[in-house]
């Protein structure tokens, strides 16, 4: 059963259903990642997830599950932390920085298979901009995912946080521990985590709700206190100062009390901590206290007034087992009696003492010391061998060689080749071979010339630049480019063979990039791969064919625009579409009025993004429906937005009638969809729609009527 943090929170949905469903899915999940997609397993665990999601389904059209480090929460409210199941799925969404998950209604099996394949697939360590994009290309239309974005803290004064993955979970941290939904152990190292500016921004936002003293004290310890392994430094005292410093007066003050509380109850700890720290900042620290009126007990008092005591004039007076500490520098006895009194004068003079002050008011940040670019040549390894590299070239080219002082010269270069390989200087590979072509068009020393020319063209050589392409390929383009573009013809097959074995889809990209730069010099070998037996390699041959444009492929393309795979057909639409052959534009109208939803769904998307006015009639019979359940009518959202990217007058009635319609069973639905219509108008002539924005103007919802405010000023520029 699903259980949660109290027992008088409920989930609305059949809470036994939610939780088969939770568990099926992560089934499912773990099958995908052991077996092929043909096993009985695989296949069996897909269908059940798919069953039970589908049974939720029926209850709303959308399902959202949000993640917080190890929990799934639902509607705000937080699933059975105790529950393995539900644990192991949160941390495996958790290591890929998801922060939510959405299924909608139509998702498809294959949808639900490509989903699982592709969080088995990808590591916690790849940036979360590189998942996100590869996750966006799968173009799953009924799944939507929530990544963290540290980005969208960001925030200026009178803004709130930025609508993103990011701000929602913090949120959730810091409103679970003062509700006391969360436990401090649970969040401690994400807490820490948050920038001071931030978490103060958060509870300024909460200053209403009436805090226990118990609550501030809790969330000063969870944001200061570290284990004991690692001691309080100067940097979280800062922190914790900035952090109380953004806060609102009253939150400034009781957070301050709760500081002194918290420090004043373990003194020996506190000595520990704040002795690591500056003089300045405790002094700071203090100062703050002072200003807010906060009662400080005498214990914290004495040990913050000798922390902070600093005598301009001399050595301060704060004794620690029998010596003295002065300014995180401990003297011993003997030393203090030295420097104490005439004995001081003695053995610093004024004008050593005055040099001394020198160089501690001097501050070397500004400061930036750099080595001169040429001296990298000194000590980089990799500029050495290239430059010893370059040398032996123009020996080669000199004919001031012997015949054995050439073999033995092409012979290093030729064991320099792999170092270049793994370190990316393409250019310096590129500039041998063309000191070889230049080499064997002079007939000089042909025999050891064309064997060298041999190697660098062989199945061997050319492995190990694809090898070395799959992993630095990407950051040297220019010159990994230069080099395929040297090979020409050669490379295409090998590049082809490359794409069709590769499993990341970062590096497929890569790959696909460079044959889109052959131009039409692929046709002919992607033509060939079409009869490949793997959907795979027909899709990106499609995807490359459709970069092309040319006339010649489009007979090529068109019997794959109703292949069984749906995205092998959905690519070869797009390809025709780029080529704006008809053929694709019927092949659209033909799925939006297929059986298949799947079709469907594809046939919308494609009609918005290559804006097809043709098929407009097509959507506004489909958008003119009447809708029965909540599905129906959140199913017309696509249709609007297919329609506003096409922008056509003859769509406004419809969506008049739209907006002027009412839903008394599904109120949140409809409202959705009225935005998305207001979303929408800027694509039309601000004449046209202007009697829709000053109705918008008086709408009771906020995005209406911003989107409504945006589009009345742009119609007055």
């Excluded at 929602?168 to 003062?178: A, C, K, S």
């Excluded at 020409?488 to 090998?494: A, C, L, N, V």
């Excluded at 739209?658 to 002539?685: C, M, N, Q, V, W």
């Amino acid at each position: 059963m699903i259980t949660m943090v109290e027992e008088k929170d409920r989930v609305p949905l059949d809470a036994r259903l939610l939780s088969d469903a939770i568990i099926e899915l992560n089934i499912s999940r773990r099958n995908i990642a052991i077996y092929p997609k043909e096993h009985p397993s695989v296949e069996k665990s897909l269908d059940r997830a798919f069953e039970f999601l589908q049974r939720l389904f029926e209850l709303r059209p959308e399902i959202t599950l949000a993640v917080a480090k190890d929990t799934l929460i639902i509607d705000e409210f937080y699933l059975d932390k105790k529950n393995p199941v539900f644990r192991e799925f949160a941390l495996h969404l958790s290591r890929l920085n998801i922060a939510s998950v959405t299924f909608v209604t139509g998702l498809s099996r294959e949808e639900l298979y490509e989903f699982h394949r592709f969080i088995s697939e990808k590591s916690g360590d790849q940036p979360v901009d590189v998942i996100q994009d590869e996750f966006r290309e799968l173009n799953l239309i009924h799944l939507r995912v929530g990544f963290v974005d540290y980005d969208a803290f960001a925030f200026s004064e009178g803004k709130t946080l930025k609508e993103g993955s990011g701000g929602p979970l913090w949120e959730r941290y810091v409103y679970g521990l003062l509700e006391g939904t969360l436990q401090t152990q649970d969040i401690a190292d994400e807490l820490r985590e948050i920038p001071p500016d931030v978490l103060a921004h958060l509870l300024n936002r909460n200053q209403e709700q009436n805090l226990k003293e118990e609550t501030y004290d809790k969330v000063i310890t969870t944001y200061i206190r570290r284990s004991s392994e690692s001691a309080f430094s100067s940097k979280d005292l800062k922190r914790l100062l900035d952090f109380i410093n953004g806060l609102k007066p009253e939150l400034k003050r009781q957070f301050l009390n709760s500081t002194a509380r918290t420090f004043s109850t373990d003194i020996d700890a506190a000595y520990k901590e704040l002795k690591e720290v500056s003089v300045d900042e405790v002094i700071e620290l203090l100062s703050a206290m002072n200003e807010q009126k906060v009662v400080i007990p005498d214990v914290l008092k004495n040990l913050l007034e000798k922390l902070g005591e600093f005598n301009q004039g001399g050595l301060s007076q704060l004794n620690l087992d029998d010596g003295l500490l002065v300014d995180d520098i401990f003297l011993s006895p003997d030393l203090v009696s030295l420097l104490e009194g005439d004995g001081f004068q003695a053995y610093i003079s004024g004008t050593y003492q005055k040099e001394i002050q020198k160089l501690l008011d001097f501050r070397a940040s500004g400061i930036l010391v750099t080595l001169p670019k040429e001296s990298e040549k000194y000590f980089n390894d990799d500029i050495i061998e290239r430059d010893f590299n370059q040398t032996l070239l123009e020996l080669l080219v000199s004919d001031v060689l012997s015949e054995e002082e050439y073999r033995t010269f092409v012979g290093i270069i030729r064991e320099q080749v792999e170092q270049f390989l793994w370190t990316g200087q393409y250019g310096q590979i590129l500039k041998s071979l063309k000191v070889f072509e230049e080499s064997s068009m002079v007939d000089r020393f042909p025999d050891i010339t064309s064997e060298c020319l041999r190697f660098y063209h062989s199945q061997e050589f050319i492995a190990i630049f694809l090898d070395s392409l799959r992993l630095l390929g990407r950051q040297m383009r220019e010159e990994a480019w230069a080099l395929c573009e040297y090979y020409g013809d050669e490379i295409i097959p090998f590049l082809m063979d490359a794409l069709a074995k590769e499993e990341s889809q970062t590096i497929r990209r890569f790959l696909m990039s460079l044959l889109k730069q052959f131009g039409d010099k692929i046709i002919p070998e992607a033509v060939k791969r079409l009869g490949d037996s793997r959907w795979f390699v027909k899709r990106n041959m499609l995807y490359i064919l459709g970069e092309c444009g040319h006339p010649d492929i489009l007979a090529h393309v068109r019997p794959y625009c109703r292949h069984e795979n749906l995205r092998v057909s959905v690519e070869a639409i797009k390809c025709l579409l780029n080529a704006g052959d008809l053929y694709g534009i019927d092949t659209v109208r033909e799925y939006l009025s297929s059986n298949s939803p799947e079709q469907v769904e594809q046939a919308i998307v494609l009609s918005g993004t290559f804006r097809i006015k043709e098929v407009v009639p097509d959507l506004l019979r489909m958008l003119g429906k009447r809708g029965i359940t909540g599905a129906d009518l959140y199913n017309k959202i696509p249709l609007v937005k297919a329609l506003g990217e096409i922008g056509d007058p003859r769509s406004l009635d419809m969506l008049r009638d739209l907006l002027s319609s009412k839903s008394i069973l599904f109120k949140g639905i409809a409202e959705k969809l009225r935005e998305e219509i207001y979303r929408t108008l800027k694509k039309f002539p601000y004449s046209s729609v202007q009697v829709l924005v000053e109705a918008g103007l008086k709408s009771k919802n906020h995005y209406i009527r911003e989107e409504s405010l945006r589009l009345q000023k742009r119609g007055e520029q």
